[in-house]
């Protein structure tokens, strides 16, 4: 008897479907439910979390790449921000139907499709309460391991108007940054895979990523001799109490917030 791969992959793509259109329909009860306050906000809170990273992280296995760009992109919304409002669940809400019309339609749009789809998704600067001064329209990828740290930092950028997006670990960081194309990078200086020091090297030597400001978060004193190995022109933060004035000071020098 012979097996039939082809079969076989159409077989796990429908089951993939037909799961993740059971998530989708959870992820719209827990938006209800969270939005009419009708149940436990933070299990349905972190329930909604768990189903959009579980579609993440299957969909392009079966072909869906749009619906994993889309899941991260609405993971970052969903970080960047301090609490969901009921605004900004409907905006949640835009996110999961897009990815359901996608998984609905049983195959990836197209590349001019999708980049349609993408500039017409909300954005968690159009949430922002901007100060005087005015920010430019800028992407910031925050490389930093899940924590408190990467919240605060996140949800004070996304306030300031930036647009955000995070990754976990360098490997990923690298990824992203050549399809998201981020204005700056800001970047922790411990890692697994390599250092925040060995990141900013790679991003120095790739053409697309070179002209990329890239920021340091590190403990170290600027003394330490790890830190003459960053490339030219790479911007360090220490962590300290000053660290969120060292920051805004850091992205005034880059002049991202215009005439200041």
């Known amino acids: ?6 079969k076989a992959l159409a077989k796990l793509k429908q089951e993939f479907i037909e799961s993740s259109g059971d998530r989708l329909d959870e992820i719209d009860a827990a938006i209800d439910r969270i939005f009419k306050e009708t149940g436990d906000r933070e299990a349905d809170y972190f329930q909604m979390q768990r189903d959009i990273h579980s579609i993440k992280g299957s969909a392009g296995t079966h072909g869906f790449n ?9 993971e970052d919304y969903i970080e960047s921000t301090r609490r969901l409002t009921k605004t900004q669940l409907q905006d949640v809400q835009v996110y999961v139907d897009r990815i359901r019309e996608i ?18 998704l909300p954005s968690s600067t159009q949430q922002a309460t901007v100060s005087e001064q005015e920010v430019k329209n800028l992407t ?6 899940k924590g408190v740290q990467r919240k605060l930092i996140g949800t004070e950028l996304a306030s300031c108007g930036f647009e955000i997006s995070f990754s976990e670990n360098p490997v990923e960081a690298i990824s992203l940054a050549l399809s998201i194309k ?30 990329m400001n ?3 978060t590190t403990s170290h004193d600027d003394g330490d001799p790890a830190l003459s190995e960053l490339p030219e022109g790479t911007s360090i933060i220490h962590k300290s109490g000053d660290f969120a ?16």
């Open 1 to 6: 008897m012979n097996f039939d791969l082809e």
């Open 66 to 74: 749009a619906v994993t760009v889309i899941a991260h992109r609405v």
């Open 103 to 120: 998984m609905e339609a049983g195959k990836d749009p197209s590349e001019s499709e999708l980049n349609k789809i993408l500039h017409g």
């Open 140 to 145: 910031v990828l925050l490389v930093m391991p």
């Open 182 to 211: 981020p204005d700056i990078i800001v970047s922790s200086t411990e890692f697994e895979e390599m250092t925040g020091i060995e990141l900013a090297n790679v991003f120095k030597a790739i053409k697309i990523t070179r002209e």
């Open 214 to 216: 890239f920021v340091l």
């Open 245 to 260: 004035e060292e920051l805004t000071e850091c992205l005034i020098n880059m002049g991202v917030f215009g005439k200041v």
